[in-house]
């Protein structure tokens, strides 16, 4: 019996338990209806039973409108506020009472359909007490005078509308005859038959099974449990030595070789408390056919029905009343999963009503039907973005995967796929192979539709506009409309293929400004802000003179094509997404090198996959940035010694005749130093290359490959890796590029001089500085500390002196004061977000989540790139 049905047959009125004491059962999300004359006591019930805020009162809401409770002709606008506020109450799932007389059927009417349009049982409550006890009251009311005709009339209403509130819509209808049984009543709070918010697993969620007996015991098996068989050998139970409990999607029938094996096994796990089940749309037919209704046998059932004349009555009779108790849906761990067969929207969570069984069964459809003659399934989980993760099945897909915090489990076993199980909290997949195909499918189970692995294209609805990108170390990122229509000029002009686009990296924050004497970033501050968000060990990173680019490679080219849908070695490119070098063979050439380094290194076998995803720094700058340093950077510094040795000279002659210039000569002099050392900065990072003759590359960190994220691993490990891969490049003309490092605790006074003083080497030396990261990559804040959600910088760079002339001028020191009045804010809030993107798009390309979704993540970081900030930070 379904938790609608039920409802539909509760009686409509309680049998008496006690004349002390009635229970009144009232759902705990629901519209309760008090029904009564004026005078009947509704306010002293419900005040005496309910919470003031659960209550809605017409004379208040008549109060609201006309500052007079007793204003009858206020009544319209009142009920418009009373109706308003009882839709508010019920969409945020809050019980709600409706305090008025009710005693009209077009009154009542209202309230049900607003109870219905929020998909929550309506509950009368009726106080049938006598006209001449109401008269009373109201004669002890000074504020209300009516005439004596309204409560006559009110009472022949009620006496009307008794007995037909059942076919109203009330779910549940509770009458109180009398002062004694008011007086006697409790009110019972009563959870929904789908609330199970109080099982916090861990759990085993199972998706379409389909008569795949063999392959359930296979896979649960695998998942730990240990089953448990009758005297026949057949399964009729499983239990996991850790607690865990395994949840069913529905659709245990049809189609497959043993379909009653299946539901034995499930019924007794279920009995046994060692699993819960919501019921799929064959069960749902199968539980209708068993009860004597009309319907069509086709899509399975056939073969069910032929192996279910195989099983005795007592058989039969357990199977019917198993289907008559699943419930739609079920809340689980404390709202933050949700279970269901067919995926539900956040709206329809926790809520009973005849609509969300239908979706929580079928699924919504547009209304078309695709060439194999099935509807077209609307794509709710796209829009999705609620808090709870949705599980669910019905749709077969070739493999699961995350979308918006839902995930589809139904991998088409029975079609010859896979059954598929997710461990929850834990979001860890586990399947089994099918052993055969046992049924032919209508519609190919293996998409060949461009757009990732659900068939779904990149859309420009995607991206365009306002959009909120739900992210799991940030939260909700919000990209303005201005801010995407710049990354799509971007994207669509000047960027790489987007199925190879997986990430972009994010800004980088400088350290807090320095006040040290002459410096503007200085590595003590950098420290002092991990020490302060309770990060003890940093690494110290050297710094490249080059750009940044992340690298694709590509162990070979059926890799590629197998996860990013284009064959080939891979590609590189810039934090904007181009093409890093506008040379694809000399592309090709680096990738090469890359790729025999990485096989050598051992990096393919021994994370499993066919390609790599790097981020890394491509030297020298000059190989990207070739017309930036001719146009701002050599023609400051051509200028600059053209001009300043004639002025000099100048002084010096006019020196030479005795006239008294004071601190001019000598500030111009200090022009000609800065200019000359603002001159030998910027040559550093130039040097001639000759195909991959002069080029460096160096590697930082591995991001990604098949099926892992690896951003998140601490940076020992991909400095270790990265040192395996420099080590096996080409000995005789090496192109890979080791990064120094430091690890530094920031609590150690002796090992934070220490990474002055490596600082202090490197940028002495000419280097350009080093990048702050915490040693175990994803730091998180505690008691308060870090940013937004608690997340702390990734990464802080502290560039040197000599460096910063680059960037600010040849002669950025005389203005050291008026350049710390900089602000950082904005700076460190778009690393942050950045940050949390990218670990986003890599997350969601780990999972195998189709292209648009990783796109997402990727083109926001691309947006936020367009927002005002001093670029010089």
């Not at 709710?380 to 019905?394: K, P, T």
């Not at 460096?803 to 009045?821: F, M, S």
């Amino acid at each position: 019996m379904t938790e609608e049905t039920r409802a539909h047959q509760e009686p409509t009125e309680q049998p008496e338990q006690s004349p002390r004491r009635r229970v009144l059962p009232v759902t705990d999300v629901s519209l309760v209806v008090l029904v009564g004359t004026t005078g009947a006591g509704k306010s002293s019930f419900a005040r005496a039973h309910f919470k003031p805020t659960e209550v809605v009162s017409s004379d208040f809401c008549r109060g609201l409108v006309s500052d007079d409770e007793n204003d009858q002709s206020a009544s319209s606008d009142a009920f418009d506020v009373l109706h308003y506020i009882v839709g508010k109450r019920l969409a945020a799932g809050r019980l709600t009472v409706v305090d008025a007389t009710n005693v009209q059927p077009e009154a009542r009417k209202q309230l049900v359909r607003i109870a219905r349009e929020h998909d929550v049982l309506p509950i009368a409550i009726v106080l049938d007490i006598p006209p001449a006890v109401c008269a009373e009251r109201n004669r002890h009311r000074p504020d209300r005078q009516l005439p004596q005709h309204v409560i006559p009339r009110q009472q022949r209403e009620l006496r009307r509308s008794i007995k037909g509130l059942e076919r109203e819509g009330f779910r549940k209808v509770h009458i109180l005859r009398g002062e004694a049984e008011v007086a006697a009543a409790e009110i019972e709070l009563e959870k929904r038959y789908n609330d199970l918010r109080h099982l916090t697993g861990p759990f085993d969620i199972v998706g379409d099974i389909h008569g795949c007996r063999s392959e359930l015991e296979t896979l649960l098996t695998r998942l730990g449990y240990t089953l448990a068989r009758d005297e026949q050998g057949r399964p009729v139970d499983a239990v996991h030595p850790q607690g865990r409990t395994a949840v069913f999607v529905g659709d245990l029938v049809d189609r497959g070789p043993d379909s009653p094996g299946v539901l034995r096994l499930v019924m007794g796990m279920v009995a046994a408390g060692h699993a819960v089940c919501v019921p799929g749309n064959h069960e749902n037919k199968l539980g209708r056919w068993m009860g004597g209704r009309k319907v069509t046998v086709s899509y399975g059932l056939q073969e069910t029905l032929d192996q279910m004349a195989g099983e005795d009555e007592e058989f039969h009779r357990q199977v019917r009343s198993f289907i008559q108790g699943l419930v739609s849906h079920y809340l689980l761990d404390g709202g933050n999963l949700v279970v269901c067969h067919a995926g539900l929207p956040e709206k329809y969570h926790g809520r009973a009503s005849g609509r969300v069984r239908s979706h929580a069964l079928y699924g919504d459809t547009t209304g078309e039907t695709d060439e194999y003659g099935l509807p077209v399934r609307y794509p709710w989980a796209e829009e999705y973005r609620g808090r709870a993760l949705v599980v669910y099945g019905h749709t077969p897909v070739p493999t699961a995967s995350f979308v918006n915090n839902t995930i589809c489990l139904d991998t088409g076993c029975v079609f010859g796929g896979s059954l598929t199980a997710l461990r929850y909290p834990e979001r860890e997949l586990v399947s089994v192979e099918a052993e055969q195909e046992w049924y032919a499918p209508i519609r190919p189970l293996h998409s060949d539709a461009p757009g990732g692995r659900e068939g779904r294209p990149l859309d420009l609805a995607d991206v365009s506009g306002r959009r909120i990108v739900e992210t799991a170390l940030h939260g909700r990122i919000s990209v303005r409309e201005e801010n995407a229509a710049a990354a799509l000029e971007v994207m669509s002009r000047f960027a790489l293929d987007p199925r190879l686009l997986a990430y972009l990296p994010p800004t980088m924050a400088p350290s807090a400004t320095s006040r040290r004497e002459g410096y503007l970033e200085h590595p003590e501050e950098a420290f002092a802000a991990y020490r302060e968000d309770g990060v003890r060990q940093v690494v110290c990173e050297e710094k490249h003179m080059g750009s940044r680019a992340v690298v694709l490679v590509a162990r070979d080219d059926e890799s590629l094509e197998k996860r990013f849908g284009v064959p080939g070695p891979g590609a590189i490119w810039t934090r904007t997404g181009r093409a890093f070098l506008s040379d694809e063979e000399l592309t090709g050439a680096v990738l090469d090198r890359v790729r025999a380094a990485a096989e050598r290194a051992g990096l393919f076998d021994e994370l499993g996959t066919g390609w790599l995803l790097l981020d890394a720094e491509l030297m020298p700058w000059s190989l990207k940035a070739v017309e930036l340093l001719r146009r701002q950077y050599a023609a400051v510094g051509a200028a600059a010694g053209s001009a300043l040795p004639t002025v000099l000279s100048a002084l010096d002659q006019a020196g030479a005749r005795g006239l008294d210039l004071g601190e001019l000569t000598e500030r111009q002099r200090r022009r000609a130093a800065d200019a000359e050392a603002f001159t030998a900065a910027y040559r550093r990072y130039c040097w001639p290359t000759e195909g991959l003759a002069g080029i460096r590359l160096a590697p930082f960190q591995v991001l990604a490959a098949e099926g892992a994220n690896l951003a998140v691993r601490p940076h020992d490990e991909h400095l270790a890796w990265i040192d395996r891969l420099v080590a096996a490049d080409d000995r005789e003309a090496p192109i890979l590029q080791t990064t120094g490092r430091l690890v530094v605790d920031t609590l150690d006074e002796e090992s934070v001089s220490a990474g002055v003083a490596w600082w202090e080497g490197l940028t002495t030396a000419g280097g350009e500085g080093m990048v702050v990261k915490p040693l175990c990559s994803l730091a998180r804040g505690t008691a308060g500390k870090g940013g937004p959600n608690g997340l702390i910088q990734p990464g802080i760079k502290v560039r040197g002196r000599e460096y910063l002339r680059i960037i600010y001028g040849p002669d950025y020191t005389e203005y050291l004061d008026q350049l710390r009045q900089r602000f950082l804010g904005h700076k460190r809030s778009l690393a942050l977000r950045e940050y949390a993107l990218g670990l986003e798009a890599l997350d969601r390309l780990a999972t195998g989540e189709p292209l648009w979704r990783v796109h997402e993540a990727v083109f926001a970081v691309l947006a936020l790139e367009s927002e005002p900030v001093d670029p010089r930070l």
